[in-house]
């Protein structure tokens, strides 16, 4: 577990520059999402998760499911520097009958995933279902989920937020990631999602609003599940699209734009890392 927030910064600088590499090399989108959620994995997996990548399938674990399966470039790189399976097996990423696609696989294929995901929506009911599996047999562990806020269109989402407050899962945490757009426009003006939090609430969840970039906050937030007061707990992460590389922030462009090898050196050096282009 790492608690600096300078070390954790600097692994997301890291992160981030591998994935915008990735990006370019693998002629593969949804960069912008990726860079959204990058500092809530990276402080999920190196400060909050108990994980041991030495035994992936330990029954003690927490569960961690990436909702917005279109993420998964950023987990698996998460997942590889956490040290879960070596860095260069990334070398594959969108190759032809590699196990790293645009969306997690199923569990069986890669160390690290719990849940083939990518159909949005569907995320956080199977999360809902390994809460509730730990109740009935007594376990101990918790189960986060990353949704997008585009995700949040779907009606699963709320079915599975009214059962697990109508059942008091407290075991189970969301964290969405709020960052404004959606494929098409403004996630905003696609459906009416103002205002999220009191959404969230009148469902019947402890629910807290932070700023997705900062770790300390971020930090403290996921300390405080589960929640005291009995209700399942959701974290809304107010995060930037394209967070990290001046050019692509807010820039919806970016969700399915693939950076060519100038841009990639562009970002690299403003995120202050070496040129690997």
Not at 19 to 27: F, V
Not at 92 to 99: A, I, L
Not at 187 to 204: H, I, P, Q, R, T
Request: charged share 20%.
């Amino acid at each position: 577990m790492i608690n600096t927030i300078n070390d954790l910064e600097m692994f997301a600088r890291k992160l981030r520059g591998r994935i915008i590499e990735t990006s370019h090399k693998a002629e593969i989108p949804h960069l912008g999402s990726c860079l959204s959620c990058v500092d809530i994995l990276t402080v999920l997996y190196f400060s909050i998760l108990r994980i041991d990548p030495a035994r992936p399938r330990a029954e003690y674990r927490d569960r961690f499911i990436l909702s917005k399966g279109h993420g998964a470039p950023a987990l698996f790189q998460v997942l590889a520097l956490r040290g879960f399976y070596p860095e260069k097996m990334l070398d594959t990423y969108g190759e032809n009958g590699s196990v790293f696609a645009e969306h997690p696989p199923a569990p069986a294929y890669l160390a690290g995933i719990e849940a083939a995901t990518g159909s949005l929506g569907h995320g956080l009911p199977m999360a809902l279902g390994m809460a509730l599996s730990a109740r009935i047999l007594q376990k101990n562990y918790h189960v986060y989920a990353v949704l997008s806020d585009g995700e949040c269109n779907e009606g699963s989402i709320w079915e599975a937020a009214m059962f697990a407050a109508a059942k008091n899962i407290t075991n189970i945490c969301v964290v969405v990631d709020f960052n404004k757009w959606q494929a098409t426009g403004r996630s905003c003006e696609v459906m009416a999602l103002d205002s999220l939090a009191d959404k969230w609430n009148a469902f019947g969840w402890d629910v807290c609003e932070v700023d997705g970039h900062d770790m300390e906050a971020l930090i403290q937030s996921l300390r405080k599940f589960p929640a005291q007061n009995k209700k399942p707990t959701a974290i809304i992460a107010h995060t930037v699209k394209g967070k990290g590389v001046s050019f692509m922030e807010d820039d919806n462009n970016w969700h399915y734009c693939i950076p060519s090898a100038a841009q990639v050196l562009a970002a690299q050096q403003e995120l202050g890392l070496e040129v690997c282009v």
